[in-house]
């Protein structure tokens, strides 16, 4: 018996495929024989060919056949005997057109509510049956489930206006694409303007921004941070790594005993392991065991609660429940206007630096980069479960990094993470590398109802017996940086931090693990920036969490978009995946834990980048379909830039620093702006330097284990 055909079909409706199957596709060739999930196609004994050598044993037949896992359907068709079924080719040919016109690619959109009217819940109980059924169960399920519409509505309308972004930054220069210099006559200010700014800083977005306003208050500042949520909830959870987060000591921002307080949970070890029953066996992979990746869990409200205190301790405040509508930029300060959504009183405040840390909600990204806002998204759903999976479902001394239980579902490869929490609480997110597209924006709904339809099949349970704790959701950018000023992250008094500035790595981290691994060479160049008022876009925009070894990194996520319109065979991106990560599961310990923190020095990159191809050759032609010859060229700049990145550290790293610590003491006072140039080469040289197997090691001794003992069922 050999497989022949395999598809994936687009549609969750496995019996209108099949009825199809059974009813209306005509073969054009041999005797159809229905059975329970597709039908068998046989020779007539009467019209075999003279000559014809047939197996005594098997008959020459082909079985179609239908399944479904993942809301997806898929099929398969088998040859019995060895020799090629008559016609054997025009019908698979035939069978593939025909489904492919029948069952096209579908995007859904969310319906247009009214919440006036009625309900989230009834407003989407229709389209999202299943979402609306666990939503309901979550304590503040409504006013999320409002969130997550809100949150796609917004994401979609800045995907379908690139070039035309909503305009919320206006600058009384008229230029940088800012503003036209004609704010004054089409937005007459209600109050005169502010004679001198109110605060030093203004954040807009308390998640992130939270963190780094905790910080830039204790340095003195007078800071404010704007929310438009109540402050301190949380539509995601956090996961880093010891030695990541030990910046918040070495900062000052908490002690050791305060960042204990917040770890909810420090697992053994993580898994990285891919579907692979359709791949080749030189294309399946163990497990890759990643023990100091993302193994700390963190408790984000009581950490964000924590900030918040810091930062009114320090003379900062607060404003919850309050939305940014605009901000004007002229020569001394930043006049923002916000509104109070409880009462719907619009305020004016003043700064001299406005922060964005509002994500991909961020109008003002859209905005500052124009067309190129975002090139990839993450759409990432799922849920902290308090409680209700059987014993023995899951470890908790273990996580999920990176875990894929099928092939290609309706144009996505799925992909799971799970983090322990504390007690038998565990956090679950499912999510797809998704390039940006105004047809196919990607969509966060549709993705809860995948949720809810599938984590059975991921982690057995019985959805109605788990304790929900709270939904957690959002879209996670990704930006192909050619090199370091490729991505616009500030403009005159104001700069972009996390998400919003999406300069993190493409594979696993978000802002927060981008943020807080660069959190002193942000914390510091902005301190210079603001100690000498070098406040203008030459100066911020120097000021980034830019590294060329991430940018070069694009490529692997790339690989694992399905571009929209398009079919691939549906084991293709796992194949690429279990590739890459085979590779690594053979390297020692420190190899993997680099490659996936952003820590991959130029020399290794390129081993194993020829390692993958001479283990699978068909991999550079499946880049190249995927990518495409425009994003390929992209690629080759962001390389290069990598190697002369390399060239430059290896030069500058032996002397560089000690040389700026002999020079900063009067260099700074006579000339700040080439003193921040100057650092900010420094920090970009320094961040990023690959970790030995004795660093590694220290920051979890009790995680480097051998991998015999460290196996859990999948």
Partial sequence: MREILYLEIPTPDMATVRSWL????????GEKLL???????????ATTPAGTALSENLPAELSVFVWSVQRTTYLKVFRWAEQPFPGEGQILRHLTKEIRSRFPHHYPEPPAIDLSQQSIFAALASAYPLTVKYFQKMPNGEYDLTRAYWWEQRWREGVRNPQQPRQVVFSGKGDGGLGTGDWEKDNPKTQSPVPNPQYDIIYIGGALGAI?????????YKVL??????????????????DEIQSLVNLGLVTPAELETIIAREYKDGFNKFFDANNLAKLRSPVLHTPTVLNLGLDSEKWLQMCGQKLQAAGGEIWDETEFIHADIDISQVILKVKHLPSQIEKQVSGRLLIDAMGTASPIAWQLNGGRAFDSVCPTVGAAIESGFEPGVWDSQYGDVLYSHGDISRGRQLIWELFPGAGDELTIYLFHYHEVNAENPGSLLEMYEDFFTILPEYRRCDMDKLVWKKPTFGYIPGHFSIGSSDRTVAFDRLMAIGDAASLQSPLVFTGFGSLVRNLERLTTLLDIALKHDLLTFRHLNQIRAYQSNVSVTWLFSKGMMVPTGKFLPPQRINAMLNTFFGLLADEPLEVADNFIKDKCDWLTFNRLALKAASKNPALLLWIWELAGPRDLVRWLGSYFNFGRHAIVSTLLSPWFERFLNRVGFWLEPRNPGLWLWLLAINYAIATGKPRSRSQVAKTNPEAIIPKSEARISH
């Fill in 225 to 242: 941070l704007v929310e438009r949520m109540p402050f301190g909830r949380m539509n995601r959870e956090w996961n880093i790594s010891r």
């Fill in 35 to 45: 059975t329970s999930e597709g039908f068998r196609l046989k020779i007539p004994s």
């Fill in 212 to 220: 780094h306003a905790a910080l830039m208050a204790k340095l003195g």
């Fill in 22 to 29: 059974q009813t209306n596709f005509e073969p054009g060739n």
